[in-house]
């Protein structure tokens, strides 16, 4: 019998998904909302709102709340894990590295992804970045918007990822 461990590190990403995706992190509501955004992907019917508290600029707390697939439910969830405690540019800086990844490109050097790398195999398959990208390109509406003094902000990302 071979060791084949990209098999085994192919089936632990599985899991690490499939957790995020049944016990989904980042659902409770926040005592405070300083920033939310709306993101939707009418090519799968994925749905998400993002909802920030921030103290200056630093995340405190983030939820999300919404229906998606596997893949986008696990994303949410592990950005919810990910970014309270990191500054709005930290944030965003995780956001893009992952978008870069999502893309064929290497995380930039320092850059720790944690459980996103999970979702590293998605970007072969065009469609389904979108659904890992959702919650992210949500969470940098999310942050324009409290930048911008409002609150709010919608996103869809059909139209968006393809600039991005």
Not at 53 to 67: F, K, Y
Not at 147 to 164: C, F, H, L, P, Y
Request: hydrophobic share 40%; proline share 5%.
């Amino acid at each position: 019998m071979v060791d084949r461990p990209d098999v085994a590190l192919d089936d632990l990403y599985r899991e690490v998904v499939m957790d995020h995706h049944r016990r989904p992190r980042g659902r409770a509501p926040l005592a405070r909302v300083d920033a939310t955004a709306h993101g939707f992907n009418p090519v799968c019917g994925d749905e998400v709102v993002i909802s920030l508290a921030l103290d200056g600029d630093r995340v405190t707390g983030a939820q999300v709340q919404g229906r998606g697939c596997a893949i986008c439910t696990a994303s949410g969830s592990m950005m919810a894990e990910m970014i309270p405690g990191h500054t709005a540019a930290e944030a965003e800086a995780t956001a893009a590295a992952f978008r870069a990844v999502m893309h064929g490109a290497p995380a930039p050097g320092g850059t720790d992804l944690g459980d996103l790398e999970a979702l590293e195999g998605v970007q072969k398959f065009a469609v389904r970045v979108k659904c890992a990208m959702l919650p992210w390109v949500t969470l940098t509406d999310a942050l324009k918007a409290w930048r911008d003094g409002g609150n709010e902000a919608t996103s869809t990302t059909e139209a968006q990822e393809a600039e991005r």
